[in-house]
């Protein structure tokens, strides 16, 4: 079965501070999710990436997705306290026989005013 | 277009009653999964249904769960004789190719 891992757990930085989260896979993705869920609410789908080398961003978000589709970055310039919550991503499982949108552990952010 | 609509928001059920969850997915889509997110936990996949069919249990618990997708109406999802541990956040998600997994506000089962 795939397995995601996200890194950090969690973080808690400086209002204006840049910041990355990584999510590793141990088999080929082939498709990505990045999702913020702020405490006691949905989850707000980010982006999702498909292609090796592919990259989005969104304001001061950014989402990358390496040559080997292992491994996902989520960049986040000059941080804002909007920023904080729980950051996820999803793999999806089609492609290795999952019928489903499975999901890395999430790193905890908090943004420090 | 509504998103995807969850109801309640919040349940609150005394032990041993039963809990119904209802999904209606995106305009359009007819893909339509459940997952449960345990307090501090990540999100678990549950099960994933198209119209009147499930496709994939897998992540069901055997007993005293179960989901349907009828041909009209919403996707429920339904916990029979609930106890302390089915406490939890519900979310729903509905799928199409271009859209992706679009998710739910959820729904917060608490049982007292």
């Known amino acids: 079965s795939q397995e995601l891992e996200q890194s950090p757990q969690s973080l808690i930085v400086q209002e204006g501070k840049n910041l990355t989260i990584n999510c590793t896979s141990s088999k080929t993705l082939y498709g990505l999710y990045w999702y913020k869920q702020k405490y006691g609410e949905g989850l707000i789908f980010l982006m999702m990436?498909?292609?090796?080398?592919e990259e989005k961003s969104h304001e001061k978000i950014t989402a990358k997705l390496d040559e080997k589709k292992q491994q996902s970055s989520l960049h986040i310039t000059a941080s804002q306290p909007s920023h904080a919550g729980i950051y996820l991503c999803?793999?999806?499982?089609?492609?290795?026989?999952?019928?489903?949108?499975?999901f890395g552990t999430g790193t905890r952010l908090t943004v420090i005013p | 277009n509504a998103g995807v609509m969850q109801n309640p928001r919040h349940l609150v059920r005394r032990r041993g009653q039963e809990a119904r969850l209802r999904c209606s997915p995106m305009k359009g889509h007819s893909h339509v999964y459940w997952y449960r997110q345990l307090p501090e936990e990540g999100l678990k996949f549950m099960v994933y249904l198209q119209k009147e069919n499930i496709i994939d249990e897998s992540g069901m618990p055997k007993e005293r769960f179960s989901a349907e997708f009828p041909k009209e109406g919403p996707s429920i999802l339904r916990i029979q004789q609930v106890v302390r541990g089915d406490s939890a956040a519900y979310f729903c998600a509905s799928y199409r190719g271009p859209d992706g997994y679009t998710f739910g506000s959820g729904t917060r089962l608490t049982v007292v």
């Open positions: 999803g793999a999806d499982g089609a492609q290795t026989g999952a019928n489903n949108l499975f």
């Open positions: 990436l498909q292609k090796g080398g």
